[in-house]
């Protein structure tokens, strides 16, 4: 069985600092991974995704990614991070028949 | 961009009540999703469905669930005899052949059980 721990429920930091937001997964087969950004009272938005290739992904909004399989983790990471990027983050693993299974999520907070 | 569409944004209901709610993917997609998300939880895969028919479903998905896609557009969730528990965000989602694995997500229906 696949599944996805968020190591942080809550993440606060200053504008323009550096955020790191940490996911592990464990997973018997080949995986895909994800990470959804939801903002307030909105639906999940792709930030990125791990298929294959690089290990390091980038994304969406200044975000990047780096796949560690020995470590099996998917740490999403941003050198500055705005205001704007108040949300919460979701990291992702696909399952079988393609159904995606969620962290609990990662609440940034971004302070000026 | 196109994009998922979900109505309502917001349904009420009582409890014990049946309840639609509608999805209209992206048109070339053609694997179709629901998701669930109870209030300061995760989101919990529902149930997958592909060539009309279900391909996967969670334990959540029980009895008084089910999904159709009436026509060639739309996509609805059905739950028969609605539950308090039953309350939460639910979100549709779509995928295109050959990408199953990304997912395109609706801005979800927040489902209310009084």
């Known amino acids: 069985a696949q599944s996805v721990t968020q190591l942080d429920s809550q993440v606060p930091v200053f504008e323009e600092a550096p955020v790191e937001l940490r996911c592990n997964y464990s997973?018997?087969?080949?995986?895909?991974l994800f990470w959804y950004v939801q903002y307030p009272n909105q639906g999940l938005q792709l930030l990125l995704k791990y298929l294959s290739g690089s290990t390091l992904v980038k994304g969406i909004n200044g975000f990047e990614a780096e796949f560690n399989k020995s470590q099996t983790s998917f740490h999403l990471r941003k050198p500055s991070v705005h205001i704007s990027d108040t949300a919460e983050y979701f990291c992702a693993v696909s399952g079988g028949y393609n159904k995606l299974i969620f962290g609990a999520g990662t609440r940034l907070a971004v302070h000026p | 961009e196109p994009e998922v569409t979900q109505t309502p944004s917001h349904q009420v209901t009582q409890m014990g009540q049946e309840v639609i709610l509608r999805c209209v993917p992206i048109s070339n997609h053609l694997y179709f999703y629901w998701y669930r998300q109870i209030l300061g939880q995760k989101v919990e895969f529902l149930v997958s469905?592909?060539?009309?028919?279900?391909?996967?479903k969670s334990e959540i998905f029980d009895d008084q669930f089910s999904v159709e896609r009436p026509d060639g557009s739309n996509f609805t969730l059905k739950i028969r005899s609605t539950k308090l528990e039953d309350s939460a965000m639910y979100f549709c989602a779509s995928s295109v052949q050959g990408r199953e694995n990304e997912q395109f997500f609706g801005p979800g229906t927040r489902l209310t059980v009084l």
């Open positions: 469905f592909y060539n009309n028919e279900i391909s996967e």
């Open positions: 997973s018997s087969v080949s995986v895909y």
